[in-house]
C-alpha cells in the first residue's frame, strides 16, 4: 500500500471523527452526558487503534439503537451518527449492533425504522 493511500484513509476517518462530533454538538440536547462521552469514546477508540476499540463500537452502536427503540431518536439522525462513527475505524472494522442482548422487539423495531442493525 503506498503512503498516499494510507494517508487518505487516515485522513478520512478523521474527517468522520470530525463529522461525528458536529453532529453530536448538533443534538447535544438529546443525549445524556453519559451517552455523549461513550459515543466520542468509541469514536477515538477507533480512529486510535486501541485495543478495545471494536468492543466499544459496539456499545456506541447499541446505544444509537436504544435511542431509536425508546423514542430518543429519529431513524434518519441515528444513522448518520452511527455512519460517522464507523467512519472513524479502519476497513473492515465495522461490526453489526444487535447482538445476544437484544429483545426480540428491538431488531424489528429497527427494521420499521429502516436500520440495517
Given at each position: 500500500?503506498?503512503?498516499?493511500?494510507?494517508?487518505?484513509r487516515?485522513?478520512?476517518?478523521?474527517?468522520?471523527?470530525?463529522?461525528?462530533?458536529?453532529?453530536?454538538?448538533?443534538?447535544?440536547?438529546?443525549?445524556?452526558?453519559?451517552?455523549?462521552?461513550?459515543?466520542?469514546?468509541?469514536?477515538?477508540?477507533?480512529?486510535?487503534?486501541?485495543?478495545?476499540?471494536?468492543?466499544?463500537?459496539?456499545?456506541?452502536?447499541?446505544?444509537?439503537?436504544a435511542?431509536?427503540?425508546n423514542?430518543?431518536?429519529?431513524?434518519?439522525?441515528?444513522?448518520?451518527?452511527?455512519?460517522?462513527?464507523?467512519?472513524?475505524?479502519?476497513?473492515g472494522?465495522?461490526?453489526?449492533?444487535?447482538?445476544?442482548?437484544?429483545?426480540?422487539?428491538?431488531?424489528?423495531?429497527?427494521?420499521?425504522?429502516?436500520?440495517?442493525?
Open positions: 500500500m503506498s503512503l498516499s493511500c494510507e494517508a487518505d487516515r485522513s478520512a476517518r478523521a474527517r468522520s471523527h470530525t463529522l461525528l462530533r458536529r453532529l453530536l454538538a448538533d443534538r447535544a440536547a438529546i443525549l445524556h452526558r453519559d451517552e455523549h462521552r461513550l459515543l466520542l469514546d468509541a469514536a477515538d477508540a477507533l480512529l486510535f487503534d486501541e485495543l478495545d476499540a471494536l468492543a466499544k463500537q459496539g456499545s456506541g452502536q447499541r446505544l444509537l439503537a435511542l431509536v427503540d423514542d430518543r431518536w429519529q431513524p434518519d439522525p441515528a444513522a448518520e451518527v452511527r455512519a460517522a462513527l464507523d467512519g472513524c475505524g479502519a476497513p472494522a465495522v461490526t453489526r449492533s444487535a447482538g445476544p442482548e437484544s429483545t426480540p422487539s428491538q431488531p424489528r423495531a429497527r427494521r420499521r425504522a429502516g436500520f440495517p442493525w
